[in-house]
């Protein structure tokens, strides 16, 4: 999959004998969730090799390239696959050493929360548990879909039937890339959502000189504290 989507991102030619041809060079694409264990076939023997590694838990991924000569290289398994040995590991030229991965938000929230958003009996349910238990943190569009496990799941954000509306009366706003959410998200001292993002926080009326506040359908709001009591969201602007 990740060999798929870089061709598919960085319009890559096909290799005569690897992967991707870059450059007039054929480049064999090697990638491992454990750093420095990429598996290299016989065919990709003293040919470049681009290697990645990535990990949700530190929210890290590595790029490099290196060339997989034999003395780089050590051990095989029944399929004849080698690994970098310690000076090949060295002897891999980095493009990106500390790379930062986008947050897996439901990786890194409590056991229970994960559990709680997923126990819901439908696709719309667990949505609507995320943005209800997931607030002021960026929700990206990746999260949505697992949680949705649904064809049409970013339709589940939505209002006319989607969390959008389904979450107002309990206070709950969900914003969206559009530029006026982001804006709203801006002025609350939000985290501003980007393209496929979202951000979900309950609000409050704010009192005049009360801020950070910002105005929405015609009145003033504010972030809602934990004490505040629960008041109905206003209408989101539509874009």
């Not at 990645?52 to 290196?66: P, T, Y």
């Not at 609507?128 to 929700?139: A, D, G, H, P, S």
Request: hydrophobic fraction near 40%; charged fraction near 30%.
């Amino acid at each position: 999959m990740v060999e798929i989507n870089m061709q598919r991102e960085f319009d890559f030619d096909d290799g005569e004998t690897q992967d991707f041809n870059i450059a007039g060079f054929d480049v064999d694409c090697k990638y491992s969730q454990d750093e420095g264990r990429w598996m290299i076939p016989p065919e990709a023997r003293g040919e470049i090799c681009m290697v990645l590694w990535a990990s949700d838990e530190a929210s890290r991924w590595k790029m490099g390239l290196v060339r997989a000569k034999d003395e780089l290289l050590s051990g095989s398994n029944r399929d004849s696959k080698a690994t970098l040995n310690r000076e090949g590991r060295k002897a891999v030229c980095w493009i990106f050493s500390c790379g930062v991965l986008a947050k897996n938000t439901l990786l890194h929230l409590e056991r229970g929360v994960t559990d709680e958003i997923m126990a819901g009996g439908s696709g719309a349910e667990r949505v609507r548990r995320l943005c209800r238990l997931v607030q002021r943190t960026i929700i990206r569009r990746e999260i949505v879909a697992t949680v949705a496990q649904q064809v049409d799941y970013m339709k589940r954000l939505r209002g006319n039937g989607g969390a959008r509306s389904d979450l107002r009366p309990e206070g709950i706003i969900i914003l969206g890339q559009y530029e006026r959410h982001q804006l709203v998200a801006e002025a609350l001292g939000l985290s501003v959502p980007g393209l496929g993002d979202t951000v979900t926080s309950r609000v409050y009326p704010a009192l005049p000189g009360e801020g950070p506040a910002v105005v929405i359908d015609g009145a003033f709001w504010r972030l809602a504290r934990d004490d505040d009591p629960i008041v109905a969201a206003p209408e989101l602007p539509s874009q």
